[in-house]
């Protein structure tokens, strides 16, 4: 019995942990649609997720774009196959690679930020204040960081759809020769309507987990500087984790024959 007995405790640790965390998102999820609202802090959050993270995706999705044509091309023209790059990369950019690349990003910046942040306030007993001036922390700190990362992980995904298909338009016409009216018509005939509406959909789920593991770690830090360390550290981690896990999932539910 001695052998299942920490067998045992970490089972029953995920299932606690588990509950903990849908019983968060339940409340965080419902306190979104209920009065009363600051919008005030829901622009602020915007501004900080989209307009600061612009650069990071921007570059991350460029230099993607480029790579993706570089590596297509030298496997296509082993089977004089050139002229399919710039199919290949419109789809890699707007079904999975913007998606993903910009969450992970974002996770790294974001929600790192987000749970140092309410950590901080946690550890410093900030929240227990806000509890007793008759403010839900809920609908002060968590409500608008999720409306904010699910409304602006799209819009930084769409961004980064065009700069990535951007980069492999310019390598592919002036690095590789290719022609710019064909490799452009060719990109605008592949591409479909749900091409970029399967990346804008993993952009908002994105959005909701990053923002979502970043204030749940940092509402449930203790243990001063070094709680805080952590919670900063399990946000970023459980959340690329489950971007991973949710494209999979989305990917499946989307484009599964």
Do not use: W
């Amino acid at each position: 019995m001695n052998f299942f007995q920490p067998i045992g405790r970490i089972f029953l640790g995920f299932l606690g942990a588990a509950g903990r965390l849908t019983l968060f998102a339940i409340t965080a999820i419902s306190h979104c649609f209920r009065p009363p609202i600051y919008p005030r802090i829901i622009l602020r959050q915007m501004v900080e997720i989209g307009y600061f993270s612009l650069p990071v995706v921007g570059l991350t999705t460029l230099f993607t774009g480029m790579v993706l044509t570089l590596q297509t091309y030298t496997g296509f023209a082993r089977f004089s196959a050139e002229g399919a790059v710039a199919n290949v990369v419109v789809l890699g950019m707007t079904r999975e690679l913007a998606p993903v690349l910009a969450g992970l990003m974002v996770a790294g910046r974001i929600g790192a930020a987000m749970a140092a942040e309410i950590g901080t306030m946690r550890v410093t007993e900030q929240i227990d204040a806000l509890t007793t001036l008759s403010t839900n922390p809920f609908k002060y700190l968590v409500a608008p960081r999720l409306i904010a990362g699910l409304t602006m992980l799209p819009l930084l995904v769409l961004v980064g759809d065009v700069i990535g298909i951007f980069g492999g338009y310019l390598v592919s016409v002036y690095k590789l020769g290719f022609n710019p009216s064909l490799y452009l018509k060719s990109t605008y005939n592949f591409l479909e309507f749900m091409d970029v509406f399967s990346g804008l959909v993993k952009a908002a789920v994105f959005g909701v987990l990053i923002t979502l593991m970043g204030c749940y770690h940092g509402y449930h830090s203790r243990g001063g500087a070094q709680g805080v360390g952590a919670a900063t550290t399990n946000a970023v981690v459980s959340a690329s984790i489950l971007i991973l896990c949710f494209d999979y999932i989305l990917t499946e539910l989307f484009f599964a024959t």
